[in-house]
T-cell receptor, first 116, second 112 residues
Framework: DAGVIQSPRHEVTEMGQEVTLRCKPI?????LFWYRQTMMRGLELLIY????????DSGMPEDRFSAKMPNASFSTLKIQPSEPRDSAVYFC??????????????FGPGTRLLVL | DQQVKQNSPSLSVQEGRISILNCDYT??????FLWYKKYPAEGPTFLIS?????DKNEDGRFTVFLNKSAKHLSLHIVPSQPGDSAVYFC???????????FGEGTQLTVNP
């Protein structure tokens, strides 16, 4: 299996622009997670889906952020409008069973976002 | 509100010596703890875990210790190798929860 696939790997954009990050989970995995990594806060969970349905979006910072999972093999995280403080590495992860003690989460390589 | 904290942003050790990475948590509902390892330009990968019913779990050179009363866990790497140089994240979850709460990470550098 190719693992979790994320695109783009790097994104540089200007403040105010829309940014869309993409994720393809491991085939057959029912859970998909979006994380953001910053130096100050480490890895923060933004939102996660189970069977394409958003379950917990309490980590989404504000209305500028939105996430969708139109089917089992694709998810997007959108930031509109983007701001410099959104600069971070965004990771997507997937797992088969959802609970960490039964099945670990597998992370993609991340998208490094820089908002100027 | 950082429920999982790794107070040491970095740690440097000599090859062959022991590396000890520490993690503290505040949420007493956490019952499962994990360590993830991250190399540059890659995503984190699972390393080792421990349930709250245990106080120690060992896997080769890696051992995780859990002190529930102190809400503290540590990862020991013995002996440390240059290939262990990476960022280590501590994470925790509540019973039957899917959500992982991560710490800030500790950059470990093992010098040859």
């Amino acid at each position: 299996d190719a693992g979790v696939i994320q695109s783009p790997r790097h994104e540089v954009t200007e403040m105010g622009q829309e940014v869309t990050l993409r994720c393809k989970p491991i085939s057959g995995h029912d859970y998909l997670f979006w994380y953001r990594q910053t130096m100050m806060r480490g890895l923060e969970l933004l939102i996660y889906f189970n069977n394409n349905v958003p379950i917990d979006d309490s980590g989404m910072p504000e209305d500028r952020f939105s996430a969708k999972m139109p089917n089992a093999s694709f998810s997007t995280l959108k930031i509109q409008p983007s701001e410099p403080r959104d600069s971070a590495v965004y990771f997507c992860a997937s797992s088969l069973l959802g609970t960490p003690e039964k099945e670990t989460q597998y992370f993609g390589p991340g998208t490094r976002l820089l908002v100027l | 509100d950082q429920q999982v904290k790794q107070n040491s942003p970095s740690l440097s050790v000599q090859e062959g010596r022991i590396s000890i990475l520490n993690c503290d948590y505040t949420n007493s509902m956490f019952d499962y703890f994990l360590w993830y390892k991250k190399y540059p330009a890659e995503g984190p990968t699972f390393l080792i875990s421990i349930s709250s019913i245990k106080d120690k779990n060992e896997d080769g050179r890696f051992t995780v210790f859990l002190n529930k009363s102190a809400k503290h866990l540590s990862l020991h790497i013995v002996p440390s190798q240059p290939g262990d140089s990476a960022v280590y994240f501590c994470a925790a979850s509540v019973p039957s929860g899917s959500r992982l709460t991560f710490g800030e990470g500790t950059q470990l550098t093992v010098n040859p």
